[in-house]
């Protein structure tokens, strides 16, 4: 909060000040920055006075730009991508082979060298980092680089997790369309509508599974025009599926969702879903729940085998080329419900 009075130059007594906006140049680098800098003005006299506070705000402001300008990482970017391993200060910079200083003074607002910032920018990527750190991982103690080891194996997990999520989005109708019921394929809408199932059937195997996501799905655009979750379904022999819908169940049992388990059926063995999050009713409206309840109160206690049956009657099924995509028109066209 900046004080009511401010010693004037002018007038040679604290005064009574007022802030005002003006536009400003800040010469940073050698380089003149245009800024709207706030300014303390003495109401006794008019002029100027000096305001630590509001200058380094206009300093700050300046920086900023500059930054923007030069593409340098801001001191939250640089305190990210060190937190992000797990270092502290002087462990990231004796990793990078600087100065202890340098990348506390980066964090505290200090402009980076381009070549620096340009350096730290490429840490963002956990494959840079682990090639800095077979490199010169010898600088840090023995319990800094177990670290930054485990934060890497921990990232990588992650990051070959968004690259499947990234996968399935590209290979997903990218627009709403006839193919994907009117909506956007929404993952999280998809994986509570599985957890729902897998809550309210139990065992609940992964074929059954992929008909009550279809006759969700289908029945929902009957009723209303638009699907519940953004999917699209192919034709395959055992009846309508999520198109991709093997990367789909992985990309969501990794975000921790469910757990597809194994479990022998008769003579076979077979895969069974368990709920790992609960169900969340707010991410669907009052008739999607309807549509839902009303799947899961008639068709799931059906078997598999029997899901299957009822969903070669349909011509949503019988009228689709193998493995193309099956349009949502035939929504109109449901006998199981």
């Known amino acids: 909060m900046l004080p009511q009075r401010l010693y004037c130059g002018n007038c040679d007594s604290e005064e009574k000040v007022r802030v005002i906006e003006r536009p400003e140049t ?31 705000a206009t300093l700050e402001k300046a920086y900023d730009i500059y930054r923007k300008q030069h593409r340098l990482l ?7 991508i060190r937190t992000k ?34 350096r730290l920018r490429d840490f963002r ?9 077979d490199e010169n991982g010898n600088a840090l103690s023995p319990a800094e680089r177990a670290r930054v080891e485990e934060r890497l194996y921990q990232l990588g997990e992650q990051v070959f997790i968004e690259e499947i999520e990234r996968m399935v989005m590209l290979a997903s109708e990218q627009k709403p369309s006839i193919y994907n019921g009117y909506r956007m394929l929404d993952l999280e809408r998809l994986a509570h509508l599985i957890i729902y199932f897998a809550e309210s059937i139990q065992p609940l195997c992964k074929t059954a599974l992929m008909k009550l ?16 979750t953004g999917a699209s379904y192919v034709k395959l022999p055992y ?36 709920p790992v999050a609960k169900f969340d009713p707010t991410l669907f409206s009052p008739d999607e729940l309807t549509t839902i309840k009303r799947v899961a109160g008639k068709l799931g206690g059906k078997s598999a085998s029997d899901l299957s049956r009822l969903s070669h009657e349909e011509d949503a099924w019988k009228d689709a080329e193998p493995s193309n995509r099956i349009p949502y028109t035939f929504a109109g066209t449901l006998r199981a419900i």
């Open 26 to 56: 800040i010469e940073v680098r050698r380089e003149p920055i245009d800024v709207r800098a706030q300014v303390a003005i003495c109401e006794l006299c008019g002029e100027d006075v000096f305001c630590e506070q509001l200058d380094d």
């Open 74 to 80: 801001s001191p939250e970017e640089i305190k990210d």
């Open 85 to 118: 391993y797990g270092l502290s200060q002087r462990a990231f910079a004796r990793l990078l082979g600087w100065g202890e200083a340098t990348i506390s003074r980066y964090e505290a607002g200090a402009l980076p060298d381009k070549g620096h910032s340009l």
């Open 125 to 133: 990527s956990p494959l840079v980092m682990q090639q800095l750190l």
């Open 213 to 228: 996501l279809f006759y969700a799905d289908f029945l929902h655009f009957r009723e209303y025009s638009v699907s519940v």
């Open 239 to 274: 009846g309508p599926v999520p198109d991709n819908y093997k990367y789909l169940l992985s990309t969501l049992e990794d975000k921790g969702y469910f757990a597809l388990e194994p479990e022998p059926f008769g003579c076979y063995e077979g895969e069974v879903l368990r």
